[in-house]
């Protein structure tokens, strides 16, 4: 049995939003662009919109992010 689709959710889908199986194949990436302040929105904008649909993938990426910036306290990247 399939879930009812939010028809509202669905009509403002970004046509660029790729799903999520592109954006997990180059989410690593996406988050170092982030990390190091490039500009990930423009290299991968279809990333991007796609982040900005799907709260479990938006998620993900805060994860890695969490991961890969370095700690406050010594500089290095957390565990």
Do not use: W
Not at 51 to 69: K, N, Q, S, T, V
Request: proline share 9%; glycine share 6%; net charge negative.
């Amino acid at each position: 049995m399939s879930r009812p689709i939010d028809l509202d959710k669905f009509l403002t889908t970004d046509p660029r939003d790729v799903g999520c199986g592109r954006a997990m194949e180059v989410l690593h990436v996406y988050a170092e662009l982030v990390a190091s302040e490039a500009d990930a929105v423009q290299r991968y904008p279809e990333v991007a919109a796609h982040l900005r649909a799907c709260g479990p993938c938006a998620e993900d990426l805060e994860a890695l992010l969490d991961a890969i910036r370095p700690s406050a306290e010594d500089g290095t990247p957390q565990p």
